[in-house]
């Protein structure tokens, strides 16, 4: 279901994210439709070119993150993720969207965790030319144990900064309970997460605490 009302997303910011990918592809536009249904109408037009090339332009990076931060549906939003991953590797594409979710408005944010998810698909040789040469792909392009780390240490962040409740279930809800996920320099971080969750007014917060205080570091 798309969140747009939920996250404040503006259709028209994905449509003019959506937009800039066609004109980089030379996707040729379609008809007008309402902003929503343009946007939707352009991302599908798109999302066969994408997967096809071997590779994508530097140019297309920006646009292609921020179309996956700005579309409202997280069940389309793997449509620019997954040839980012491919063409660009998972480390840079999760490097953004860490970027995205420090520094970030609200609603790019709750964008980012939705595409987050997206940047863990699994990369497999027939499924885009851009994997690699002969079929043969570099492994540091995928190298992403570090970035994953810094977005646990993001979403701790903007959980403890957050004022709303959505965000503070956005960030927080799907962090991993276990605490051997965390490094040893989040450690003080994550138990000062801990001690703020136990006691959050909220049930669903209280419960994930709950979650992680029986998994001693």
């Keep these: ?20 990918v066609a004109r980089l592809l030379d ?35 920006a646009p292609l993150m921020a179309a996956a931060v700005h579309d409202p549906d997280p069940s389309f939003c793997r449509w620019f993720v997954e040839p980012a ?22 609603a790019e944010r709750a964008g980012a ?11 497999h040789a027939d499924r885009s030319p851009a994997y690699g040469p002969g079929g043969v792909r570099d492994p540091a392009l995928d190298e992403s144990q570090d970035i994953m780390d810094a977005w646990l240490e993001a979403s701790m962040r903007v959980f403890a900064a957050a004022t709303d409740l959505p965000m503070c279930h956005r960030v927080l809800l799907g962090l991993p309970t276990s605490r051997a996920a965390y490094p040893p320099r989040l450690h003080t971080l994550l138990e000062s997460t801990l001690a703020s969750a136990q ?19």
């Excluded at 491919?86 to 520094?103: K, T």
């Excluded at 965790?113 to 990369?123: M, S, T």
């Design 1 to 20: 279901m798309a969140e747009d009302v939920q996250s404040g997303i503006e259709p028209r910011s994905f449509l003019m994210c959506a937009t800039e």
């Design 27 to 61: 996707v040729e536009d379609i008809a007008m439709k309402p902003n929503d249904q343009h946007a939707r109408h352009l991302a599908h037009a798109v999302r066969k070119p994408l997967l096809e090339r071997a590779t994508l332009p530097e140019e297309l990076f």
């Design 85 to 106: 991953v491919y063409a660009f590797g998972r480390r840079r594409v999760m490097a953004a969207l860490v970027d995205y979710l420090r520094s970030g408005t609200d």
């Design 113 to 123: 965790v939705r595409a987050w998810y997206c940047a863990h698909v699994p990369l």
């Design 199 to 217: 006691t959050h007014p909220d049930r669903h917060i209280r419960r994930w605490a709950a979650a992680a205080d029986h998994d001693a570091v």
